[in-house]
């Protein structure tokens, strides 16, 4: 099994009300824990991405995902999934702006495909994940079923998985009914009917007791195995899996929980001096907190503003950019007016979405001249995946559209797999990868130094390519494509993968940002 790039060992999290549970093939549901305790123990362990699934959503008609993203994006800062009772065009964009890279929909989108293609169209393919529930029907045949195969819908799932991404789907999170908690392994016939049959990333779910499990359902090939029972209940930890398949010649990220609590240095910056509020608070009978809370509306009123703005035009993820960098504990605020923007000192374009719909909204809000003004005044701007690309001056995805034009190039397709024969080539492009050096002289004194040798995350079917090849700072391979990672130009910088979602590797390069603009 050779694959260019690592393969996924993602845990999975199935949510009903407040709570993880598990069951066996969905039913006898026992209480795990709690999300933000197992997300925040996986991501330790090194967990490549989380999926959240609310398993009852759909059935009830409800919405819990959204308080449950937002808390993950505190302290989680590898990708995550969520699904579950996802309807609408509007409940994907407030998963988004919330936090999740990626949004599951399954009940809505059997009983509406078009939704697929709207999502695709409006965030990129690159978002959107088709949850397919399996039961076996016979021989080499399986039925999708929704509302945790208790809803049959009539749909052959291979067929089904095809006209998915016909319709844009960017990944297939495919779990089988029958082996879904009974550690009896992936339905590894399941995997491989599927994976041959569309060319985009299929996420394997159901049945894993062990990594021999999850080596055969990528032998089988699935691009990423999705893990629930044994975690829960102990029985591996992530990194145990994962040195397992090291072992075995499965190409992994291998990061250990010690170095993700180290922080790898990263170090915490506090707003107030704790001695000296504690004398403070002995003095004048207040607690810190409220010597805090008095202090901040008159800083804010003397100094009016922004060390670092995170624009948001309402389709990028400026919540977990923003929970990144206070992480490493920089002041970053959310901005979304021109006057903000020609306050800060430093600006960070985010993006999540389609080229179109993100230079659409710039120009909507009328953020497009501010940004393209401060630029010029030689303001530091730092640009990631679709903020990225909407830097350069054309993109031809979903047809031919205008960027900002800061820097030259335009923004292209990656070749088809039908064009690509290489083992594991699939896109969209998800999952960690290598960045590599393209200066003589290093990265040294730029934002890469330091994490430079470490995997970071990818999820786009596009990339620019830049007129002028001297601004490139880094390049990554992909189905032996090699692509701009990082472009800088003077004070413009964008980065085609995600540092908020990169680990402590992706810490470290915004710490480098604010290290080198900010300080």
């Known amino acids: 099994m050779k694959k260019e790039k690592p393969i996924r060992i993602i845990a999975r999290l199935d949510i009903k009300g407040p709570n993880v549970i598990k069951g066996i093939q969905f039913e006898c549901l026992r209480v795990m824990g709690k999300p933000a305790d197992l997300a925040q123990e996986y991501y330790l362990q090194g967990a490549d991405e989380l999926i959240y699934l609310d398993t009852v959503a759909s059935l009830y008609q409800r919405d819990n995902l959204l308080q449950i993203v937002k808390e993950a994006s505190k302290n989680i800062f590898v990708p995550f999934t969520a699904g579950g009772g996802v309807r609408t065009i509007e409940d994907i964009r407030n998963l988004l702006s919330a936090g999740a890279e990626k949004v599951a929909i399954n009940t809505a989108a059997t009983k509406n495909p078009e939704l697929i293609r709207r999502a695709a169209r409006t965030f990129g393919s690159q978002c959107i994940v088709v949850s397919i529930e399996a039961k076996k029907q016979g021989e080499s045949s399986w039925e999708a079923y929704t509302d945790n195969g208790r809803q049959s ?257 335009k923004v292209i397709r990656f070749s088809p797999p039908s064009q690509v024969r290489q083992p594991g080539y699939k896109l969209p492009h998800i999952g960690w990868n290598q960045i590599s050096l393209l200066k003589k002289n290093g990265w040294k004194g730029t934002l890469l130094e330091g994490p430079a040798n470490r995997g970071v995350y990818y999820v786009h079917s596009y990339y620019p390519q830049v007129k002028n090849k001297k601004l490139v700072l880094a390049m990554t391979e992909y189905g032996g494509q090699k692509f701009c990672a990082v472009v800088q130009k003077d004070n413009i910088i964008g980065t085609q993968f995600h540092p908020e979602k990169s680990g402590v590797a992706g810490l470290e390069i915004l710490k480098n940002f604010c290290k080198k603009y900010l300080n």
């Open 153 to 409: 819908t009539g749909l052959d799932v291979v067929k089904w998985a095809k006209k998915a991404e016909m319709l844009g789907a960017g990944e297939i999170l495919l779990t089988s009914v029958d082996q879904e908690g009974t550690e009896r392994g992936l339905d590894l016939e399941l995997i491989n009917e599927v994976a041959k049959t569309v060319s985009i990333p299929v996420i394997a779910s159901g049945g894993v007791s062990s990594p021999d499990d999850a080596v055969k359902g990528l032998k089988a090939g699935a691009d990423a195995v999705a893990i629930a029972s044994v975690l829960h209940y102990k029985k591996y930890d992530i990194d145990d899996i994962k040195k397992v398949l090291a072992k075995e010649k499965v190409p992994v990220r291998l990061i250990t929980a010690k170095k993700l609590k180290s922080g790898s240095g990263i170090a915490q910056r506090t707003d107030y001096n704790t001695f000296t509020l504690q004398h403070l608070s002995g003095k004048i009978g207040l607690s810190a907190d409220q010597i805090k809370n008095k202090i901040r509306p008159m800083t804010k009123k003397v100094t009016d503003s922004i060390p670092l703005g995170i624009i948001d035009y309402k389709i990028n993820n400026v919540l977990s950019v923003q929970r990144a960098f206070q992480k490493i504990g920089q002041e970053a605020r959310i901005i979304s007016t021109p006057q903000e923007i020609m306050k800060a000192q430093a600006l960070v374009l985010p993006g999540v979405g389609a080229f179109r719909d993100g230079m659409r909204a710039l120009k909507k809000y009328r953020l497009i001249e501010p940004l393209k003004k401060r630029v010029e005044q030689k303001t530091p701007l730092l640009g990631i995946c679709l903020g990225m690309q909407m830097l350069f001056s054309e993109s031809y995805e979903f047809g031919r559209h205008k960027g900002l034009g800061l820097i030259e190039g």
